[in-house]
T-cell receptor
């Protein structure tokens, strides 16, 4: 049973370009979460999605960032017009159902470097 | 809003010895969950141990155990018989028990070094 799959593992973008990060949840999981980790810091919540719905985006920057989890295919975190401050590791996690006790399963993250 | 604080940026321990990592949190809720995650250099986030706030008994997983002090809002992790493979960043995390609550709130992390 494959875990949470994120790709690419590393992504380099120049300032002003777009970054698209992909996340395929574990089989049978319909809840996806995105977190951002700046160097030497803990993970910060960005957004929580179920299939075709954004449930909580309270951690998403108001501009340039968007996320989707379509009916078919992976969840996508999209960052438009990237800036140096967007350089970070972006983690996706999934869970099988709603419920605070369900543990989150994390992917290995995508390290975004903006040059 | 809930906060999680790890006051030890770095810790080190001799192989085979025991080490305790500290974590405190702030919340007004009575129902919640607490977690310890391990992040080795591979960057993967690995769940180490989980504690339900309504359970008085401290959770244990092999060499890993917690000291959960609800009144003090403290949730420390004890690693017994430390092994070289335990070297990693360790993150304490909080999750509300409210219906629909999903997001984890993480502490800043503690970097654990194991000395051979």
């Amino acid at each position: 049973n494959a875990g949470v799959m994120q790709n690419p593992r590393h992504l380099v973008r120049r300032r002003g370009q777009e970054a698209r990060l992909r996340c395929s949840p574990m089989k049978g999981h319909s809840h996806v979460y995105w977190y951002r980790q700046l160097p030497e810091e803990g993970l910060k919540f960005m957004v929580y999605l179920q299939k075709e719905n954004i449930i909580d985006e309270s951690g998403m920057p108001k501009e340039r960032f968007s996320a989707e989890f379509p009916k078919e295919g992976p969840s996508i975190l999209r960052i438009q017009q990237v800036v140096r401050g967007d350089s970070a590791a972006y983690f996706c996690a999934s869970s099988p159902r709603q419920g605070s006790g369900s543990p989150l399963h994390f992917g290995n993250g995508t390290r975004l470097t903006v040059t | 809003a809930q906060t999680v604080t790890q006051s030890q940026p770095e810790m080190s321990v001799q192989e085979a010895e025991t080490v305790t990592l500290s974590c405190t949190y702030d919340t007004s809720e009575s129902d919640y969950y607490l977690f310890w995650y391990k992040q080795p250099p591979s960057r993967q986030m690995i769940l180490v141990i989980r504690q339900e706030a309504y359970k008085q008994q401290n959770a244990t997983e092999n060499r890993f155990s917690v000291n959960f002090q609800k009144a003090a809002k403290s949730f420390s992790l004890k690693i017994s018989d430390s092994q070289l493979g335990d070297a990693a960043m360790y993150f304490c995390a909080y999750r509300s028990g409210a219906q629909g609550a999903q997001k984890l709130v993480f502490g800043q992390g503690t970097r654990l070094t194991i000395n051979p």
